[in-house]
């Protein structure tokens, strides 16, 4: 099924190649200026339409069409540079060597766009490939360099790796003495609020570098979830169960419901860390006789699993931006609490892993944090 049964003009094809990007973000500023500037020059203008190569030379972003054998019959310099060869009348799989972008062609070229992100053997570059359908079998392709974006997030996720790593052997190191001299050993007095104030703060940094560590493991994919069918309502009552001595300091008062035998398609161990964060997150923000409650519920043919607290609510200007890496709607009172900031964000790379998404609503009476996982 080609997109267009002829033809396509200046306008279809800059569309096609908009939904395309959009999938990936934003439209780059200077595409949109170029679409604008092409189509202001299809604009009734005598001698028709410009030719795709006039069209493929005028991209500022490396772009290329190939026919229904799959080689280059029009490509611009970006492309060739990137590509590190030249490319005209040669096959797409000859010049990049890669077996993913020339499947991704056939199936555009089948009318199917495509947009994914690969490794280019040939020239050994990280790219974002889309590709879209154009008239008479053939394809438009536009390729981004992304090698240097992802040199520069390995160097930075390795940096906190590591960094992190080597904070554990001082911090495990000054909780054990802390921990010593408060167990019994004798202290004066006036000491004592001093010593108490290091065991807090060394069991602060101890989470932030644990924390830290589970995030660059999530964000570089090190962690690959085993998906199984659980029983929805025992995950969360088990997850409960770990929290349970933290909410009878604060006599806090929990709950689980849900109906028997509904089973979610989940990673059982990341399934417990997404809900003991969002425990620990109820148990932190609800004042003393508060109540948490835990539901599952079958919804559409997905599952729905929440958290709901009786704590004081986010304000709506902070809901969408939880989820970010050191994002805290109340930074003091997240750190007078011990948290690192950084809970909520491996609660949504955990769920995204595992094919699901979390959601918050809240109101001055409490907050609901909610995912949305596929019944298994
Ligand atoms: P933190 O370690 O600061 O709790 P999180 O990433 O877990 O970091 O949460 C981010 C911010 O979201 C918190 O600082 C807090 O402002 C807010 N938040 C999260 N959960 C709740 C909740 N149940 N009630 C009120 N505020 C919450």
Redesign the pocket.
Known sequence: MAIFGREPTLDEALSVLRRRLDEKGPLPKSLVDLGQRLALRESPRPGGDPSLPEMVAAMPDAAAVIDGAGRFIAANRPLEMLLGAKVLGRGLLEATRSHELADAAWRALAGWPASREMTLPGPNKVVGALLAPLSQARALLVLRDLTEQKRRELVRRDFIANASHELRTPVSAISGAVETLLSGLPLAEEARPFVEMIARHAERLGNLSSDLLDLSRLESGEFRPEMEPLDATLAMSVALELVRAKAAEKKLELRVEGPPGLRVLADARALEQIFV?LL???I???PALGRITMVAEARGGKVVLSVT?T????EPR?QQR??ERF?????G??RA?G???????IVKHLAQLQGGEVFVE?SPAG?R?WLRFTQG
């Open positions: 964060n620990d997150n109820a932190k923000y609800t607290d704590g004081p609510g986010i902070h939880l989820f994002y805290r709607a109340d930074p009172r997240s609490a948290g690192t900031g950084l809970g909520l964000a809240s907050s944090f």
